[in-house]
């Protein structure tokens, strides 16, 4: 018998994990059992790693390739677009209500759906830097309904320094494992093709799974 190829398995991870985390945002910890500015690091770094969404938008994003600095330009136009939405929105410049935020989470899934679709029908990424700070605005509006339902009251700035910082780094260890191992497969172009092709498939399908399903809550 064949073994099973790599992409394979990654493509049947992608697809099974569709159901599992259509709604990835719910808050599953007390507000009273986050503890302090170490607290809401540590809620960031949970939130960062269970979130699926956000992952797996990062994936799709960094899929392709490119040099070193495209990736951290791609990296930090994602960072730096969430920080901001997070920040206003948690700070009251910019609110949602129960529905928005809904059509928010409904983005975030269509935001991986897009980049999936790209990866599949584009040849050339010249824009994916605009892109994705456009669509990691649309993140951080999902990180701010995470931490808006702690209820923070009075110590929201805290709360949002120590949730942002603990996003920040739970992001940069997904990356420094993630880039490595993508940059080793780019080497083996024939190899890079069919990893990018597969995997945008199953990000596809989750993708528009999760879009579907959150709009229609």
């Given at each position: 018998?064949?073994?099973f190829?790599?992409?394979r398995v990654?493509?049947?991870a992608l697809?099974l994990?569709?159901?599992a985390?259509?709604?990835a945002?719910?808050i599953?910890v007390?507000?009273?059992?986050v503890?302090g500015f170490?607290?809401?690091?540590?809620?960031?770094?949970?939130h960062i790693?269970a979130?699926?969404?956000?992952l797996?938008?990062l994936?799709a994003?960094l899929?392709?390739?490119?040099?070193?600095?495209?990736?951290l330009?791609l990296v930090t136009?994602?960072?730096?677009?969430?920080s901001?939405t997070?920040g206003?929105?948690?700070?009251?410049?910019?609110?949602?209500?129960?529905r928005g935020t809904?059509w928010?989470e409904?983005?975030?899934?269509a935001?991986i759906?897009?980049m999936a679709l790209?990866?599949l029908l584009?040849?050339?990424?010249?824009?994916?830097?605009?892109?994705?700070?456009?669509?990691?605005?649309?993140?951080?509006?999902?990180?701010?309904?995470v931490?808006?339902?702690y209820?923070?009251?009075?110590?929201?700035?805290p709360a949002?320094?120590?949730f942002?910082?603990g996003?920040?780094?739970?992001q940069?260890?997904?990356?420094?494992?993630?880039?490595?191992v993508?940059?080793?497969?780019?080497?083996r172009?024939r190899?890079?093709?069919r990893?990018?092709?597969?995997?945008?498939?199953?990000?596809a399908g989750?993708?528009l799974y999760?879009?579907v399903a959150r709009?229609?809550?």
């Amino acid at each position: 018998m064949k073994p099973f190829p790599p992409v394979r398995v990654v493509l049947l991870a992608l697809l099974l994990l569709g159901p599992a985390a259509a709604h990835a945002h719910e808050i599953e910890v007390a507000p009273a059992a986050v503890d302090g500015f170490a607290g809401w690091v540590g809620e960031g770094i949970r939130h960062i790693l269970a979130g699926a969404d956000h992952l797996l938008f990062l994936l799709a994003v960094l899929l392709v390739g490119g040099s070193f600095r495209r990736i951290l330009l791609l990296v930090t136009s994602f960072t730096l677009a969430h920080s901001l939405t997070l920040g206003l929105t948690a700070l009251g410049v910019v609110t949602l209500g129960a529905r928005g935020t809904r059509w928010a989470e409904a983005a975030i899934a269509a935001s991986i759906l897009y980049m999936a679709l790209e990866n599949l029908l584009l040849r050339q990424h010249g824009h994916r830097a605009g892109l994705t700070f456009l669509f990691g605005l649309v993140h951080g509006l999902g990180f701010a309904s995470v931490l808006g339902g702690y209820g923070v009251g009075t110590d929201v700035v805290p709360a949002l320094l120590g949730f942002n910082l603990g996003v920040e780094m739970g992001q940069a260890v997904v990356v420094a494992f993630l880039v490595p191992v993508l940059r080793i497969v780019q080497r083996r172009p024939r190899l890079h093709s069919r990893v990018v092709r597969l995997s945008s498939i199953g990000l596809a399908g989750v993708g528009l799974y999760w879009m579907v399903a959150r709009a229609v809550g």
